[in-house]
């Protein structure tokens, strides 16, 4: 063989191997170069299968028909909230180890409800961007007293705290959501973190992240994408034929937020309105908006491209806004899963140019699913579902009257924020009264309020007399001593509360019921083969499932079990 004929076999040897490596999908001893977590906020998990006629190619449906689809996820934590659902999901623990309890509990040293991942010491990075407690319509937020935030509260590892300390800090950890408690929590304690700020219409962190912004975060911000909003509106993807709520757009108790309407198209409004930014969250636009941050961040922090696993969690937030506007069952939230989908579709596409899908590992699932609208449930004939009036649980004769039996005259009832009752224990000590005693009996009354399916008490959950129920473990899963409360209350299904301090919501998950604690999984990209698996999993087996793929060891609280499907076993 003469010098030049070896030389071709070398040259063709070598466009030979790159092709093989090129083309092969992730394989035993190698690793993915990019991590894809993403969660749809409140996506319950029979949506995007019940809303298939809508879907196009691409996004849910390179998810259901190429990947592993698990249809049978449920949580098995009682209260299914914002926060509770994404730490789980982050750190593969329910709420009794990773301590976020729910969106807002009530913290006995300072006397006074807090939100979940408020923190003094981090204050948000750009002055002014905080909470707008005139504007904001999520309850939750206006709890928070700072606008500082970190991830101090979340008390275990996350998945992606255990990449950061596997890789000694190579590999790189987003998170990016319209929500803060949707980014914080996925970015772990190690990550970093970016969220919408309705009052400046901008993504932005806090001082736990970053000191100065990153030039191309500058660069987006100044652009102002949320402008391209203004004076347009939301319409309808396809025409009204498509969708299985074609003919029911109009009802009266979807909610008639101010300017936007119960029926399309619904309007953004002008840019300078109090409520422009706000319409976005409520619509697809927030997650359009979410999509396009979470592109620049790829492209610039050159997310995949070495041989160290990268991590970007996005998390969607407007499949929650419109379902607690409209409602699981409407033409709006139809609607808005088909432009998720387009969403979806564009995001894998662009992963796939950059990164390569193959090289690719996504997961999908959601921090908890959703109810239906009492309303909804009346025209089908099913008449038990109603919205409970909290009217002051503290007043009502039947706990007036225990007050008066334990020679109470003052407040009994310290703080009541759904789930959680909060007695005054000093009040109970002062007077010289047992508190598990009074638990008990405030408890027992409880149970007689219509719409009140059970009402256990924290000391009754520390005891074995209590009877071994879906419901109690659920509610034993979600204690967590320092921050629950005194008494966990739960209604009955379809019942809930709908008063968002003063906005009247059309539906509130957060219930322990199954429409509440449904999920989908989805695992696709890296090679995976098809397959759609009806076992019964759970959210927590995300992060295990993670961690075991990835050969790092799993976060420290976790209870979820490896997906045999995930791992090719
Ligand atoms: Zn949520």
């Not at 432009?339 to 997961?363: H, P, S």
């Not at 209604?491 to 219930?511: C, K, M, R, Y």
Request: glycine share 8%.
């Amino acid at each position: 063989m003469n010098r030049y004929s070896s030389i071709f076999i070398e040259v063709i040897a070598f466009v030979l191997i790159g092709l093989f490596l090129t083309a092969s999908p992730v394989s035993a001893g190698q690793q993915p170069k990019l991590v894809l977590q993403i969660t749809v906020d409140a996506l319950r998990g029979d949506l995007p299968d019940r809303y298939n006629n809508v879907l196009g190619e691409g996004g849910f449906r390179y998810l259901m028909e190429k990947g592993v689809h698990y249809n049978n996820a449920h949580y098995q934590h009682a209260n299914t909230e914002t926060i509770v659902g994404h730490v789980s999901l982050a750190t593969g623990t329910v709420p009794a180890a990773h301590g976020m309890v729910g969106n807002v509990w009530f913290d006995r040293e300072q006397g006074r409800l807090v939100y979940n991942i408020e923190d003094p010491e981090y204050r948000l990075l750009t002055p002014g961007a905080d909470v707008d407690k005139k504007t904001e319509i999520d309850p939750t937020q206006k709890a928070a007293s700072v606008d500082g935030r970190s991830p101090n509260n979340i008390l275990t590892s996350t998945l992606s705290d255990e990449l950061a300390v596997h890789f000694a800090g190579q590999s790189k950890i987003f998170a990016v959501s319209v929500k803060d408690r949707g980014a914080v929590s996925l970015a772990g304690h190690a990550g970093k973190a970016f969220w919408f700020s309705k009052k400046g219409g901008e993504f932005v962190t806090s001082t736990y992240y970053y000191d100065q912004y990153p030039d191309w975060v500058n660069k987006w911000n100044a652009r102002k994408p949320a402008l391209a909003y203004a004076d347009k509106s939301w319409q309808l993807l396809h025409s009204p034929s498509k969708y299985l709520f074609g003919n029911a757009d109009d009802r009266d108790y979807e909610t008639d937020f101010p300017g936007f309407g119960r029926t399309f198209p619904h309007a953004y409004g002008k840019a300078d309105d109090k409520y422009f930014t706000t319409r976005l969250t409520l619509s697809p636009a927030g997650d359009e908006l979410t999509l396009d941050f979470a592109k620049a961040l790829l492209e610039n922090e050159q997310l995949g491209q070495d041989e160290i696993p990268d991590y970007l969690a996005v998390s969607f937030s407007s499949t929650d806004y419109v379902g607690h506007i409209f409602g699981a069952s409407s033409l709006e939230s139809e609607d808005n899963i088909a432009r998720l989908d387009r969403t979806l579709a564009d995001l894998f596409a662009f992963i796939d140019k950059k990164v390569g899908l193959e090289n690719t590992l996504i997961v999908l699932s959601a921090d908890h699913g959703q109810p239906e609208v009492p309303g909804h449930l009346h025209e089908r004939g099913i008449d038990k579902a109603h919205y409970f009036d909290t009217e002051s649980l503290d007043k009502t004769p039947a706990i007036t009257a225990l007050k008066k039996q334990f020679g109470i005259g003052e407040e009994l009832i310290e703080a009541y924020h759904h789930p959680y009752l909060y007695l005054n224990h000093d009040l109970i000590r002062a007077k010289g009264l047992d508190q598990a005693e009074v638990e008990k009996a405030i408890a027992a009354e409880l149970l007689k309020f219509d719409g009140v399916a059970y009402a256990v008490s924290s000391s009754a959950l520390g005891t074995d007399s209590l009877p071994d129920t879906l419901l109690t473990r659920s509610i034993l899963r979600n204690f967590h001593s320092k921050r629950s409360g005194d008494i966990y209350l739960v209604f009955e299904p379809n019942v809930f509360i709908n008063d968002f301090d003063g906005l009247i919501v059309a539906s509130t998950h957060g219930s322990p019921w199954r429409y509440d604690t449904y999920v989908p999984i989805m695992f696709a990209g890296a090679g995976l083969k098809a397959a759609k698996v009806n076992r019964a999993v759970t959210p927590y087996d995300i992060a295990a499932t993670l961690a075991a793929y990835l050969r790092v060891k799993p976060p420290s609280g976790t209870v979820g079990t490896p997906l045999l499907e995930v791992l090719g076993e």
